[in-house]
T-cell receptor, first 110, second 115 residues
Framework: GDSVTQMEGPVTLSEEAFLTINCTYTATGYPSLFWYVQYPGEGLQLLLKATKADDKGSNKGFEATYRKETTSFHLEKGSVQVSDSAVYFCALQSGNQFYFGTGTSLTVIP | KAGVTQTPRYLIKTRGQQVTLSCSPISGHRSVSWYQQTPGQGLQFLFEYFSETQRNKGNFPGRFSGRQFSNSRSEMNVSTLELGDSALYLC??????????????FGNGTRLTVT
């Protein structure tokens, strides 16, 4: 069945470091892909999305490219800030169903 | 537009009781989904409603039920609460069911504690 696998956390980075959170997917069709972010005490917020192969989603300095050949949608940011500390979820939409990864906790230290 | 609103934010119940959680979707959104989030199991899909009909259901016991009203507002009910039902319950709405450019928009959740 369809699924998402994202890298285990937690991840701890210093401010201004480069961030990569890996996400790979398994899907029978042509899913849409998303990254969501969850801050403490809140729900998930949509960070970025890509609906077809080679699409690049971007928002708030974060980017992810839909790679069909490697079935990946890795999240990147060139320079993280303390305020980026949160849990990040990769997700795919296949038909009417959404599938979420287990989440990767990121802590950015000053 | 106002976001997804969930009430209450926090609930404390005892085993055996029942609880009802409420969700108001973003205006114009007709699909509402519910998820249970726990540290051990992550996000687990409960069910989805569209046009007052349950369209999808996750792998949860019959103690978990829901409904959607004509104004798209939704409620979920858990009967005979167990300690393991303690979790953050998240509601999410989307404009269209199954559309490629129709992502889920989440509320801030209801934190349920069962003692």
């Amino acid at each position: 069945g369809d699924s998402v696998t994202q890298m285990e956390g937690p991840v701890t980075l210093s401010e201004e470091a480069f961030l990569t959170i890996n996400c790979t997917y398994t899907a029978t069709g042509y899913p849409s892909l998303f990254w969501y972010v969850q801050y403490p005490g809140e729900g998930l917020q949509l960070l970025l999305k890509a609906t077809k192969a080679d699409d690049k989603g971007s928002n708030k300095g974060f980017e992810a490219t839909y790679r069909k050949e490697t079935t990946s949608f890795h999240l990147e940011k060139g320079s993280v800030q303390v305020s980026d500390s949160a849990v990040y979820f990769c997700a795919l939409q296949s038909g009417n169903q959404f599938y979420f990864g287990t989440g990767t906790s990121l802590t950015v230290i000053p | 537009k106002a976001g997804v609103t969930q009430t209450p934010r926090y609930l404390i119940k005892t085993r055996g009781q029942q609880v009802t959680l409420s969700c108001s979707p973003i205006s114009g959104h007709r699909s509402v989904s519910w998820y249970q989030q726990t540290p051990g199991q992550g996000l687990q899909f409960l069910f989805e409603y569209f046009s007052e009909t349950q369209r999808n259901k996750g792998n949860f016991p019959g103690r978990f039920s829901g409904r959607q009203f004509s104004n798209s507002r939704s409620e979920m009910n858990v009967s005979t609460l167990e300690l393991g039902d303690s979790a953050l319950y998240l509601c999410a709405s989307s404009e269209k069911q199954g559309a490629r450019n129709s992502p889920l928009h989440f509320g801030n959740g209801t934190r349920l504690t069962v003692t």
